[in-house]
């Protein structure tokens, strides 16, 4: 299934300035958000691909997703556990307004010196967050503040023009919006040139575009989502081959069985016949979701095991 919001607007719901929240994840497809997100890895390990990079991310890793950065999640089993915050640019904006431009490492690792005390702070940030008690607010902005500070204080980053910023968000958008049109129309002959038509660009930009992106090519991409689509219904569906193709925009059974080939070192038709279906040979850029957000009551379960 392909996701078709790829702008993620991020209700803060406990409190106006910070989202905190647990989830499990199969497969998160490429997105982006006005906030800063800081992720850990609480269990499990987790593909994070940032346009096109992949990183793979282990229990107590700490991640950091930059504004308008995009990114997509990964995994081959989906059991994981993943402690996010998601902070708005109005948290920190009166006291520290510059914090928007600045671009973060992705990752800090357990080897790096900052990380037990930021990992401590974020864990406290939420186990507050979290109970309920009155006044919180204010703690917890002080323990994000200072996570933030150590962050900063100890680890690598750049700092971003208001020019340049503005076409990263430019940049976002523009691929959210060829993602969207080519999962609305893959099932069509689709073509390089329609992309190019809907940017009002060329097809060689759209091209070079698309592949510095997502670091795969327009026709690449396309063919994935079709393959995904057609694995679904492979899965669930008693449709012959051929019908599957004409569903998910093949035009022939030949660039089908590629796909399986390419995946799963067999044809379609074998695949379907197999009582042990096989995994897959590669780990495309996710383009569908598959994701569990716990609720309130279930993320403080989960969390208390962690003291």
Not at 193 to 208: F, G, M, R, V, W
């Amino acid at each position: 299934m392909v996701c078709q919001k790829e702008f993620e607007v991020i209700q803060h719901t406990t409190m106006n300035f910070i989202e905190i929240f647990l989830t499990e994840t199969t497969m998160r497809s490429s997105h982006y958000h006005d906030d800063l997100e800081i992720g850990v890895v609480l269990e499990g390990t987790v593909e994070l691909f940032l346009e096109q990079h992949p990183l793979t991310l282990f229990p107590r890793d700490i991640y950091i997703i930059n504004r308008y950065q995009l990114h997509s999640f990964s995994s081959a089993d989906g059991k994981n556990k993943i402690l996010v915050f998601q902070i708005p640019s109005t948290f920190h904006n009166r006291i520290y307004y510059e914090l928007s431009f600045f671009r973060f490492n992705n990752t800090i690792s357990a080897q790096e010196p900052c990380h037990q005390s930021v990992y401590d702070l974020l864990l406290s940030c939420a186990a507050l967050y979290f109970s309920g008690k009155p006044h919180i607010e204010l703690k917890c902005a002080s323990l994000l503040f200072d996570a933030l500070y150590k962050i900063l204080s100890s680890s690598d980053y750049t700092i971003t023009t208001e020019r340049e910023s503005a076409a990263a968000k430019n940049n976002s958008l523009r691929l959210s919006r060829i993602i969207h049109y080519i999962g609305e129309h893959f099932t069509e002959p689709v073509s390089l040139k329609d992309i190019a038509e809907l940017e009002n660009i060329t097809p060689c930009h759209a091209s070079h575009f698309i592949k510095q992106y997502l670091g795969i090519s327009f026709q690449q991409y396309l063919n994935q989502i079709r393959f995904e689509h057609a694995l679904q219904l492979m899965k669930t569906s008693e449709l012959n081959i051929l019908d599957i193709c004409m569903e998910c925009g093949f035009s022939n059974s030949k660039y089908l069985n590629q796909m399986f080939v390419k995946n799963f070192g067999c044809s379609a038709l074998e695949y379907r016949n197999m009582k042990e279906k096989p995994n897959l040979r590669s780990n495309p850029l996710p383009t569908g979701t598959v994701q569990k957000r716990y609720t309130f009551e279930q993320g403080k379960a989960i969390l208390d095991s962690f003291f």
